[in-house]
């Protein structure tokens, strides 16, 4: 967490005036987010139908029903360059990455953590802890520590400008929430080995929100995810992932990055938004349901691109939710990880923080209007390569917490920064959709394909990219549609 204050080799960034000038990657609007990829997925968490899918870069998947010859189809879908080089993986396009997806999850995986302390018996929802923006590991001996080969010392998202971490005070679980407190969790992720004789305790109560297999979605290739233990890290070593004596053991600081959503720790999109769908159903994990019916053959055409319905008759009926597995989340373990949510969301329009510390909601959802449908989430930003922050990976998820309209939407962007710049904006914009409150854009149909063409059809781009919901959806306080942050939200 201390990478904000990284240098990397001689940074650099062009200005708009042809002018090149250091970067300083302490300042997120001076980083060149690539931005390449990412996906978002809509349930409806009381039963687990999946509303809307979405993965970047986009396919022309009408060429799968043209009778492809494999020529054809390395043609058309390339998987190298033209000088033979591999393609860049940011540009892939044959990936759902909602479902294929093998991502950090940062911060958003914090309430499955919280969930999992208290479930355990590790913490109270009283307990309070003292943030002071560093921890130490206390099961490791001075001696080792000081020598250099093992890492002792974690330190919370840096302020501002001032290259140093965040310090919070006195926290409780609903606190470390709102405003992200890493240390509070990095001493979860220790203690909880400490007291149970380093037994895998925090993997097994994530493993009830469905991390570590698939959901069983009825879509091929489906990403399992990990879970790190002790297995894991050696198959690993086994397999050149990881060195031999990294191999040999899971450690503590495993288990406190794991605690932050970090370390061997992957899943995808829809894992996650399964898992939110979870706090916010009160314990029930369903299956993502895509298929409503199957029809008979012969359903007649309706209106141009479209089926009529109703006048076809259905051969079976998958209206019934699959309940996977039933948490036991009792109220006084749930209400203050939705209190905690809440406050990242800021309904109320301030004073949702810690002092001088603000929270996402006061960034970005302080114009969320009263009408809209009610919000809990949480921000995540998901370090990448090399620690460098122009490849963190920019996440959110976010549940309504009105029954009626039970909706839980993720985003997860690639390479796009902190999970308050890219990511929550995306599930902001949606909401407000389906709040009614802003238009989408008008489904367009395609154009007949042309089996003769030798590539395929570009990528679609909005039909308004200035987007009138633009200002609702982006806009800080200073309302001129570019997220500003004096700290590092996560």
């Given at each position: 967490?201390?990478?904000r204050?990284?240098?990397?080799?001689n940074?650099?960034?062009k200005?708009?005036d042809?002018r090149i000038?250091?970067?300083?990657?302490?300042?997120?609007?001076?980083?060149?987010?690539?931005?390449?990829?990412?996906?978002a997925?809509?349930?409806?968490?009381?039963?687990?139908?999946?509303?809307?899918?979405?993965s970047?870069?986009?396919?022309?998947?009408r060429?799968f029903?043209?009778?492809l010859s494999?020529?054809?189809?390395?043609?058309?879908?390339?998987?190298?360059?033209?000088?033979?080089?591999?393609?860049?993986?940011?540009?892939?396009i044959?990936?759902?990455?909602?479902?294929?997806g093998?991502?950090?999850?940062?911060s958003?995986?914090?309430p499955?953590?919280?969930?999992?302390?208290l479930?355990?018996?590790?913490?109270?929802?009283?307990?309070?802890?003292?943030?002071?923006?560093?921890y130490?590991?206390?099961?490791?001996?001075?001696?080792?520590?000081?020598s250099?080969?093992?890492?002792?010392?974690?330190?919370?998202s840096?302020?501002?400008n001032?290259?140093?971490?965040?310090?919070?005070?006195?926290?409780?679980?609903?606190?470390?929430?709102?405003?992200?407190?890493?240390?509070?969790?990095?001493?979860?992720?220790?203690?909880i080995?400490?007291?149970?004789?380093?037994?895998?305790?925090?993997q097994?109560?994530?493993?009830?929100?469905?991390f570590?297999?698939?959901t069983?979605?009825?879509?091929?290739y489906?990403f399992?995810?990990?879970?790190?233990?002790r297995?894991?890290?050696?198959?690993y070593?086994?397999?050149?992932?990881?060195?031999?004596?990294?191999?040999?053991?899971?450690?503590?600081g495993?288990?406190?990055?794991?605690?932050?959503?970090?370390?061997?720790?992957s899943?995808?999109?829809?894992?996650l938004?399964?898992?939110?769908?979870?706090?916010?159903?009160?314990?029930?994990?369903?299956?993502?349901?895509?298929?409503?019916?199957?029809?008979?053959?012969?359903?007649?055409?309706?209106?141009?691109?479209?089926?009529?319905?109703?006048?076809?008759?259905?051969?079976?009926?998958?209206?019934?939710?699959?309940?996977?597995?039933?948490?036991?989340?009792?109220?006084?373990?749930?209400t203050?990880?939705?209190?905690?949510?809440?406050?990242?969301?800021?309904?109320?329009?301030?004073?949702c923080?810690?002092?001088?510390?603000?929270?996402?909601?006061?960034?970005?959802?302080?114009?969320y209007?009263?009408?809209?449908?009610?919000?809990?989430?949480k921000?995540?930003?998901a370090?990448?390569?090399?620690?460098?922050?122009?490849?963190?990976?920019?996440?959110f998820?976010?549940?309504?917490?009105?029954?009626?309209?039970?909706?839980v939407i993720?985003a997860?962007?690639?390479?796009?920064?902190?999970?308050?710049q890219?990511?929550?904006?995306?599930?902001?914009c949606?909401?407000?959709?389906?709040?009614?409150?802003?238009?989408?854009?008008?489904?367009?149909?395609?154009?007949?394909?042309?089996?003769?063409?030798?590539?395929?059809?570009?990528?679609?781009?909005?039909?308004?990219?200035?987007?009138?919901?633009?200002?609702m959806c982006?806009?800080?306080?200073?309302?001129?549609?570019v997220?500003?942050?004096?700290?590092?939200?996560?």
């Open positions: 967490k201390a990478r204050t990284q240098t990397a080799p940074p650099r960034i200005k708009s042809g000038e250091p970067m300083d990657i302490t300042k997120p609007a001076t980083v060149p987010f690539k931005a390449p990829a990412g996906s997925v809509v349930m409806d968490y009381s039963d687990g139908t999946v509303l809307a899918l979405a970047y870069p986009t396919f022309d998947n060429w029903e043209a009778g494999s020529r054809k189809f390395a043609e058309i879908f390339p998987s190298v360059n033209p000088d033979g080089t591999p393609i860049d993986p940011d540009r892939a044959l990936v759902n990455r909602a479902v294929q093998r991502y950090n999850l940062g958003t995986f914090k499955i953590v919280a969930f999992a302390a479930d355990s018996g590790l913490i109270t929802p009283g307990f309070v802890h003292r943030d002071e923006g560093t130490r590991l206390e099961t490791v001996r001075p001696e080792r520590c000081n250099g080969l093992v890492r002792c010392e974690y330190r919370n840096v302020c501002g001032t290259g140093r971490p965040c310090v919070y005070g006195d926290v409780t679980v609903e606190d470390a929430l709102a405003v992200s407190s890493d240390t509070f969790f990095y001493r979860i992720g220790e203690k080995m400490q007291e149970n004789n380093n037994e895998p305790v925090l097994a109560e994530v493993r009830k929100f469905g570590g297999a698939d069983g979605i009825e879509l091929p489906e399992d995810g990990t879970v790190p233990d297995a894991l890290k050696a198959r070593a086994e397999a050149g992932v990881i060195s031999e004596e990294e191999g040999e053991g899971y450690y503590v495993d288990n406190v990055q794991l605690s932050i959503g970090q370390g061997l720790l899943a995808t999109p829809l894992q938004t399964t898992a939110y769908a979870t706090i916010a159903n009160q314990g029930f994990v369903y299956q993502p349901k895509l298929v409503k019916a199957i029809y008979n053959p012969g359903v007649p055409d309706g209106e141009p691109g479209f089926a009529d319905l109703d006048a076809g008759t259905i051969y079976e009926n998958r209206d019934k939710p699959v309940l996977l597995n039933q948490v036991a989340m009792p109220s006084e373990f749930r203050p990880i939705v209190d905690g949510l809440r406050r990242v969301i800021c309904p109320e329009g301030g004073g923080g810690i002092g001088q510390f603000s929270t996402t909601g006061e960034k970005l959802f302080f114009d209007p009263a009408e809209a449908i009610p919000l809990a989430g921000t995540g930003t370090q990448g390569a090399n620690s460098y922050p122009w490849n963190d990976s920019s996440a998820s976010a549940f309504s917490i009105d029954e009626e309209r039970p909706y993720t997860y962007l690639e390479k796009s920064g902190y999970g308050s890219a990511a929550a904006p995306v599930v902001k949606t909401f407000l959709v389906l709040s009614g409150l802003l238009e989408p854009d008008e489904v367009e149909l395609s154009d007949p394909l042309d089996i003769e063409a030798t590539v395929a059809a570009p990528p679609m781009a909005l039909s308004d990219t200035s987007f009138e919901g633009g200002p982006w806009r800080n306080r200073t309302g001129n549609g997220l500003t942050q004096e700290r590092s939200v996560d």
